[in-house]
């Protein structure tokens, strides 16, 4: 039985094989530890890293010693929220993040309700983009950061970071912004904001691996560690560093500094005429977030009268999901769709689609045939 055709890019990737290979000698020739400064095991090992750490900062245009290695996006996430709440909580108790933020951002700030913090939601428009006014007015004097995400993992909309950036440093607050999605996928600046975050496996890396950025200007950030034990990545994460997975991180990073602009432009070809297709042969049909600057590989597709948990099992040719990976199994509409005002008929009615670096237009025509005869039996067999 042949193997569906992958189109959940967004919940993860499959490993580049240029990736692959620059991994493989840290597994089985250059093993050593990197932290063993006595011999040429380790050195070997140490080099890779300091090699790596260049490649991700070169993708963010940032510096390589503001960059922590991480077990991925929800560690460095919780690194970074927990962190500074722990590191600040003389300054404020105070947080602020969007609606739809990823559920590691929600249920940190839930985590840091608990103890004691007060969080502000911000609600969205029906595009899914932030009132950047309302958040200049919610900023108040006890506020030590405000959680923005890049581009979300669902609708793949891109907030206005730059401005927002603006709002937040005048009231001299952090701005931590969840780039996971984005990184790799569009270009992303560590001048933006004050913590990034990123993932590999998001962008043809291996999983178990990630990154935090820590800009803001000089001096870095000050953070709590979440991990104790030997002091590595300046302190603030301890544990013997991941050195297969970080050279895989930096090789993933280096391979989208140079590749990023014409697979992105080739991404959105395809995933427009995915789009406009649908939207054509199947009336009534919209595209969550439209009108908002998106992810070149991200779509969200509205099926009106049809149930996405029926449609997708009937999908055998193809590999999509309802929302995100990390939610999937909850049964509940996605808290994304939601808070862009959708009903809960609508949330369910729509599958999101992540096109990738080997997505294929012959993939892209067998994917339109098979969703739209699935929708229209669908609809032929619901009641009127």
Aim: aromatic share 4%.
């Amino acid at each position: 039985m042949p193997r569906p055709i992958y189109l959940d890019n967004n919940a993860t990737t499959p490993v580049d094989k240029r990736v692959l290979e620059a991994m493989m000698p840290f597994f089985v020739e250059d093993f050593g530890n990197p932290s063993s400064r006595t011999h040429a095991y380790g050195w070997a090992a140490d080099e890779a890293i300091a090699r790596a750490r260049e490649q991700v900062a070169a993708l963010i245009s940032g510096e390589p010693e503001r960059v922590v290695f991480t077990s991925g996006a929800t560690e460095a996430i919780n690194l970074a929220i927990k962190g500074i709440a722990r590191a600040q909580s003389r300054k404020g108790r105070h947080v602020i993040v969007t609606q739809t933020e990823h559920r590691a951002v929600l249920d940190v700030c839930r985590s840091l309700e608990r103890d004691g913090f007060e969080v502000t939601y911000l609600p969205v428009d029906q595009a899914g983009i932030i009132d950047v006014y309302l958040l200049q007015e919610t900023i108040r004097d006890d506020t030590i950061l405000v959680g923005v995400i890049w581009a979300n993992n669902e609708t793949g909309v891109i907030q206005p970071i730059d401005e927002i950036a603006e709002i937040v440093r005048a009231k001299r607050c952090l701005l931590l912004s969840d780039s996971t999605q984005a990184v790799g996928k569009i270009p992303v600046s560590a001048s933006q904001a004050d913590l990034l975050t990123i993932s590999a496996h998001k962008f043809y890396g291996p999983k178990g691996v990630g990154a935090l950025y820590l800009g803001g200007g000089r001096p870095i950030i000050r953070l709590t560690s979440q991990i104790d034990g030997g002091g590595q990545e300046g302190g603030l994460r301890g544990g013997t560093l991941n050195t297969p997975g970080i050279v895989g991180l930096g090789m993933a990073a280096d391979i989208a500094l140079h590749e990023m602009e014409a697979e992105g432009l080739r991404i959105a070809q395809l995933r427009d005429r995915l789009e406009s297709t649908i939207t054509e042969r199947l009336e009534g049909t919209r595209v969550n977030g439209a009108g908002s600057p998106r992810l070149p590989h991200t779509t969200s597709i509205r099926f009106p009268g049809v149930s996405a948990g029926k449609l997708i099992p009937q999908l055998h040719e193809l590999a999509v999901s309802a929302g995100s990976a990390c939610s999937s199994g909850s049964g509940r509409p996605s808290h994304v769709l939601k808070a862009l005002g959708l009903t809960d008929e609508e949330a369910g009615a729509s599958i999101r689609m992540g096109l990738g670096r080997f997505t294929t237009e012959a993939e892209i025509d067998t994917a339109l045939d098979a969703i739209v005869n699935k929708v229209e039996t669908q609809w032929t067999l619901s009641p009127s």
